[in-house]
């Protein structure tokens, strides 16, 4: 079972900044499944991006993502105050889904 | 417009059954996956089980198998989760989730807690 590690752990930036977080697989990621999520308190999550790079429907453009292998990446430029939430990567594969233990960004 | 609304969660002893229900509109329910996922307060997600479409296929995650069943209802477009023998980990917010593309979840229910305590 692929293992998901994400950092850091907490990001603190400020609104128009640039936020990079990172998600490291144990195993190479051999399918292209990998997703991204985003929690804000209180509510369910979001699907972000799927297929390691693929924005879901209604996902504003300052929201990127890239990676292979076992290194993935998701970048949100021009951080906007909604932005600061609880991101979370996931993988699917063997018929099981794992999830990282997900980096909160906070407002600095 | 999509829409899962789960019920069924509340306060169980250990040792205790549940058994939660997620409604499901806005779309073909028997055409697609579907799951189950929990959070423990303050932490982060955990994937609990999923069933094919059809409902011939389910997989659990390792630690909850014999335990717990999924089941679905494609007339009534709904989906479900016994929970036996509650144990305190299992305090959780359980949400339904629709598969969606690449090994994701594409929409989320609002979730509902279940609290396994004496």
């Not at chain 1, 990621?29 to 297929?51: D, E, F, M």
């Not at chain 2, 069933?51 to 389910?58: L, R």
């Amino acid at each position: 079972e692929i293992v998901l590690t994400q950092s850091p752990g907490t990001l603190s930036l400020s609104p128009g900044e640039r936020a990079t977080l990172s998600c490291r697989a144990s195993q190479s990621v051999s399918s292209n499944y990998l997703v991204w999520y985003q929690q804000k308190p209180g509510q369910a999550p979001r699907l972000l991006i799927y297929g390691v790079s693929s924005r879901a429907t209604g996902i504003p453009d300052r929201f990127s993502a890239s990676g292979s292998g076992t290194d993935f990446t998701l970048t949100i430029n021009r951080l906007e105050p909604e932005d600061f939430a609880v991101y979370y990567c996931q993988h699917y594969g063997s018929s099981r889904y794992t999830f990282g233990q997900g980096t909160r960004l906070e407002i600095k | 417009e999509v829409q899962l609304v789960e019920s069924g969660g509340g306060l169980v002893q250990p040792g205790g059954s549940l058994r939660l229900s997620c409604a499901a509109s806005g779309f073909a329910f028997s055409d697609y996956w579907m799951s189950w996922v929990r959070q423990a307060p303050g932490k982060g997600l955990d994937w609990v089980a999923n069933i094919k479409a059809d409902g011939s296929e389910k997989d659990y995650v390792d630690s909850l198998k014999g335990r717990f069943t999924i089941s679905r209802d494609n007339a009534k477009s709904s989906l479900h989760l016994q929970m036996n023998s509650l144990r305190a980990e299992d305090t959780a917010v359980y949400y339904c989730a629709k598969g969606g593309p690449s090994g994701s979840f594409d929409f989320w229910g609002q979730g509902t807690l279940v609290a396994v305590s004496s």
